[in-house]
């Protein structure tokens, strides 16, 4: 079955950026929505097919490409620390894929 | 946007089976298509099925297949899920949510609160 890998935990200074990646086999050539999950609340869906939600900040933002998918979250608030999941819809086994998370703290 | 709010906390011993159901607001329930998913403690989200209300169709995660069903009452707007044949690490957080994009794939939009299920002798 289709594996997707994330780092587990980033450290960021407020105001830097942050980079989570998602990793798996030819993952460009699949639309990968990303979702934030503070302690105690359900995830909340940060990009869709590299796009942002309505009500999403815009120092939100996703790309993908080869064996990479990356979430980037600019000038980083004390807000913005959760852990994040990246998914994907796997064609052969015809089922959604989450990756493990990232933890992003906030310096 | 739809807004889903789920059942409330249930324990369970191991072999028996539990129920959680979500009722849907805020839009045009056979509009959206949904899914189950599932959150072990420090665990990230486990996909369990989903279901396409209009079409009655639905679809079970392989690691679920003989164990799970989903169905959705339309005159209701509520979503049920079963899982049967209980063990500990069934032992998590259950949630519904919606997709506006039906097509297989889709994004989740919008989650229920959660539902904590334990399995526990």
């Known amino acids: 079955s289709y594996v997707l890998t994330q780092t587990p935990s980033v450290s960021v200074a407020p105001g830097k950026t942050a980079t989570i990646t998602c990793g798996g086999d030819?993952?460009?050539?699949?639309?990968v929505h990303w979702y934030q999950q503070k302690p105690g609340q359900a995830p909340l869906l940060v990009i869709s097919?590299?796009d942002r939600p309505s009500g999403i900040s815009e120092r939100f933002s996703g790309s993908n490409s080869a064996h990479t998918a990356t979430l980037t979250i600019t000038a980083v608030e004390a807000g913005d620390e959760a852990d994040y999941f990246c998914?994907?819809?796997?064609?052969?086994?015809?089922?959604?894929?989450f990756g493990a998370g990232t933890k992003v703290t906030v310096l | 946007q739809v807004q889903l709010v789920q059942s409330g906390a249930v324990v369970r011993k191991p072999g028996s089976s539990v129920s959680v159901s979500c009722k849907a607001s805020?839009?045009?329930?056979?509009?959206?298509?949904y899914n189950w998913v599932r959150q072990a403690p420090g665990q990230g989200p486990e996909w369990m099925g989903g279901?396409?209300?209009?079409?009655?169709?639905?679809q079970d995660a392989q690691s679920f297949k003989g164990r799970v069903t989903i169905t959705a009452d339309i005159s209701t707007s509520t979503l049920h899920l079963e899982l049967n044949t209980l063990r500990s690490d069934d032992t998590a957080i259950y949630y519904c949510?919606?997709?506006?994009?039906?097509?297989?794939?889709?994004?989740?939009?919008?989650w229920g609160q959660g539902t904590l299920v334990t399995v526990s002798a």
């Open positions: 949510t919606s997709s506006r994009n039906v097509a297989a794939g889709g994004s989740f939009d919008s």
């Open positions: 805020g839009g045009r329930f056979d509009r959206y298509a």
């Open positions: 279901i396409l209300p209009i079409r009655r169709r639905t």
């Open positions: 030819n993952i460009a050539t699949k639309s």
């Open positions: 097919y590299d």
């Open positions: 998914q994907v819809w796997d064609t052969s086994s015809d089922g959604y894929v």
